[in-house]
């Protein structure tokens, strides 16, 4: 069964630093590998989505990058601001079947004014 | 602009109660879900749906109920609430599986008390 994790599980820095958030999962056989932001008291937004044949994905501030082989994902984020406190979360889709996008616990993002 | 919609997004029951939390999407997805997230985990899958009438179980199923008599409606029943179903419920839908962006529910809080 997939495995994902998120390290760290929290994480502060000071507004204007940039910062890399990290996902790892268990079985490189994925078809793609979302991140998600969660607001308090929300629901998840998805951020980007990368496809399992792409190295990265690019969305403003935001870059995330894909190595199937080492089970391995990052998303970066480019002079954090207030606003992107949040806690992020990594998901992997495996190839087959409807019922398998496997989620990480997130990474509690608080950027410092 | 409604999206995934949830009702209620707070509720309290008590042990044995049954409750029906909805969910509504307007995009016209043809594929639904049910997630619940617990304290510091990760989002687990209740029931999924890919069309109307055809429902199927996710990895945590136990207690819960679903049905699909319409593309936008996929209502969760929790039969004989126990407090292990205190937790956060997401709905969620996409167009499809593989490259589609999943869109979510703002949650719905239950305790169980």
């Known amino acids: 069964k997939q495995e994902v994790t998120q390290i760290p599980a929290a994480l502060s820095v000071p507004e204007g630093e940039n910062l890399v958030l990290n996902c790892s999962f268990t079985?490189?056989?994925?078809?793609?590998l979302q991140w998600f932001r969660q607001d308090p008291g929300k629901g998840l937004t998805s951020l980007l989505l990368i496809q399992s044949s792409q190295r990265e994905q690019t969305s403003g501030r935001l870059n995330a990058s894909l190595d199937k082989s080492s089970g391995r994902s990052t998303l970066y984020i480019a002079a954090s601001q207030p606003g992107d406190s949040a806690t992020y979360l990594c998901a992997v889709k495996g190839r087959t079947g409807a019922n398998n996008l496997f989620f990480g616990t997130g990474t509690r993002l608080t950027v410092i004014p | 602009n409604a999206g995934v919609t949830q009702t209620p997004k707070f509720r309290i029951l008590k042990i044995g109660q049954s409750m029906t939390l909805q969910c509504t999407q307007d995009?016209?997805?043809?594929?639904m879900y049910w997630y619940r997230q617990d304290p510091g985990m990760g989002l687990k899958l209740i029931y999924y749906s890919v069309g109307a009438g055809i429902t199927d179980k996710g990895e945590v199923p136990n207690g819960y109920n679903v049905s699909r008599s319409t593309t936008e409606d996929f209502p969760l029943r929790l039969e004989l609430a126990a407090p292990s179903q205190t937790s956060v419920y997401f709905c969620a839908s996409s167009t499809g599986q593989g490259a589609y962006t999943i869109y979510f529910g703002e949650g719905s809080w239950l305790t169980v008390v």
């Open positions: 995009m016209n997805h043809n594929y």
């Open positions: 079985d490189s056989a994925i078809y793609n």
